[in-house]
């Protein structure tokens, strides 16, 4: 017999904090996945967020660097523009991209930056213990919304991923989710497009990823895949956006 | 003819792959793990097909396949 799956040479062999049925571990492995399928092992280099993936760096295995929260993509746009041989990725959560580090993820689409993005959605703040994101659902409960988002107060869900389409200097952005074995290929489709399009010197590339989080949403891991199924993903609709 | 190997050690017990393998073939196993995790197990591999869904979706990365 042959092996016909197995860790990518860019992932590390080594255990991660994150809880079990946490979406990170997945998309960790999609992306070394990706840097593996395209030979770039040697010539990526990725920026890591703050938020549960802050150590991100110890996973994959080719260089990285980590930023503060919300600056991956001003820390990524120097690195592309000193070292455009390099292939440059950022990868963050809702509350590093979407909150604290929307200014940075706004300007760096709308300069049409060449870098590959990595967008984690799990709609809550997972590493400070579960409080409200941008992308938190109406009427979801987190520790800042204890009886659920409301608009009146707290406003709608943000649909950065929209939003960023509109603007014109943006080649790339697909919506994919981790909630079936079937949506993981897909989402492995899209993450090589983006990095694709870095290659090919397209420009800005994003991917969003609908990412289950058991432990701040209160459920089960099977229980939070088919929330992402079930609700999240009708308020976040899957496929490609531009 | 295909098998998968679960690395039990690694196994943090989220059981997606129980969920999602489309023959049934993986269970929790009732014995722990260092980590003192339920981890999973194969039941019987004699229906494999080496679909790799359970790999698929493992967040861990513990599950190989051959085929
Ligand atoms: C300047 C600054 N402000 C606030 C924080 C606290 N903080 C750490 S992670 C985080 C949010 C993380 O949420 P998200 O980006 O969605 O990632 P997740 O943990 O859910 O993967 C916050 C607010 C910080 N580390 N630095
Ligand atoms: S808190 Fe949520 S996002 Fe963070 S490791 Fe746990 S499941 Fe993953």
């Given at each position: 017999?042959?092996?016909?799956?197995?860790?990518?040479?860019?992932?590390?062999?080594?255990?991660?904090?994150?809880?079990?049925?946490?979406?990170?571990?997945?998309?960790?492995?999609?992306?070394?996945?990706?840097?593996?399928?395209?030979?770039?092992?040697?010539?990526?280099?990725?920026?890591?967020?703050?938020?549960?993936?802050?150590?991100?760096?110890?996973?994959?295995?080719?260089?990285?660097?980590?930023?503060?929260?919300?600056?991956?993509?001003?820390?990524?746009?120097?690195?592309?523009?000193?070292?455009?041989?390099?292939?440059?990725?950022?990868?963050?959560?809702?509350?590093?991209?979407?909150?604290?580090?929307?200014?940075?993820?706004?300007?760096?689409?709308?300069?049409?930056?060449?870098?590959?993005?990595?967008?984690?959605?799990?709609?809550?703040?997972?590493?400070?213990?579960?409080?409200?994101?941008p992308t938190t659902?109406?009427?979801?409960?987190?520790?800042?919304?204890?009886?659920?988002?409301?608009?009146?107060?707290?406003?709608?869900?943000?649909?950065?991923?929209?939003?960023?389409?509109?603007?014109?200097?943006?080649?790339?952005?697909?919506?994919?989710?981790?909630?079936?074995?079937?949506?993981?290929?897909?989402?492995?489709?899209?993450?090589?497009?983006?990095?694709?399009?870095?290659?090919?010197?397209?420009?800005?590339?994003?991917?969003?990823?609908?990412?289950?989080?058991p432990t701040y949403?209160?459920?089960?891991?099977?229980?939070?895949?088919?929330?992402?199924?079930?609700?999240?993903?009708?308020?976040?609709?899957?496929?490609?956006?531009? | 003819?295909?098998?998968?190997?679960?690395?039990?050690?690694?196994?943090?017990?989220?059981?997606?792959?129980?969920?999602?393998?489309?023959?049934?073939?993986?269970?929790?196993?009732?014995?722990?793990?260092?980590?003192?995790?339920?981890?999973?197990?194969?039941?019987?591999?004699?229906?494999?097909?080496?679909?790799?869904?359970?790999?698929?979706?493992?967040?861990?990365?513990?599950?190989?396949?051959?085929?």
């Amino acid at each position: 017999m042959k092996k016909i799956f197995s860790r990518p040479e860019s992932l590390r062999d080594v255990p991660t904090h994150y809880c079990p049925g946490c979406g990170h571990g997945i998309a960790h492995r999609l992306l070394a996945q990706a840097v593996d399928d395209l030979g770039i092992r040697e010539k990526v280099i990725g920026v890591a967020p703050v938020g549960c993936a802050v150590v991100a760096y110890d996973y994959w295995n080719f260089d990285c660097c980590e930023a503060a929260h919300g600056r991956a993509l001003a820390v990524a746009t120097a690195i592309k523009r000193v070292r455009p041989e390099n292939i440059v990725f950022t990868y963050q959560g809702d509350g590093d991209l979407a909150a604290i580090g929307t200014n940075e993820t706004i300007h760096t689409a709308n300069r049409g930056e060449n870098l590959t993005v990595i967008f984690i959605n799990n709609a809550i703040y997972g590493m400070t213990g579960g409080q409200m994101a941008p992308t938190t659902l109406l009427g979801q409960k987190t520790a800042t919304s204890p009886r659920g988002r409301n608009a009146d107060s707290e406003g709608y869900p943000l649909k950065i991923s929209e939003l960023l389409a509109q603007l014109p200097a943006v080649k790339y952005i697909e919506r994919v989710s981790l909630h079936s074995p079937q949506e993981v290929l897909k989402a492995q489709r899209a993450i090589k497009q983006a990095f694709q399009n870095q290659i090919e010197n397209k420009g800005f590339s994003l991917v969003e990823i609908l990412s289950p989080c058991p432990t701040y949403w209160g459920m089960s891991p099977d229980q939070a895949v088919e929330w992402v199924k079930e609700t999240m993903s009708k308020e976040f609709p899957l496929g490609r956006i531009k | 003819m295909a098998k998968i190997i679960i690395n039990r050690e690694k196994c943090k017990g989220c059981l997606l792959c129980v969920s999602f393998c489309p023959k049934s073939l993986i269970v929790a196993d009732k014995d722990l793990n260092r980590r003192g995790l339920n981890p999973a197990k194969t039941k019987d591999s004699s229906g494999c097909t080496g679909c790799s869904m359970c790999a698929i979706i493992c967040p861990e990365c513990c599950i190989e396949v051959y085929k």
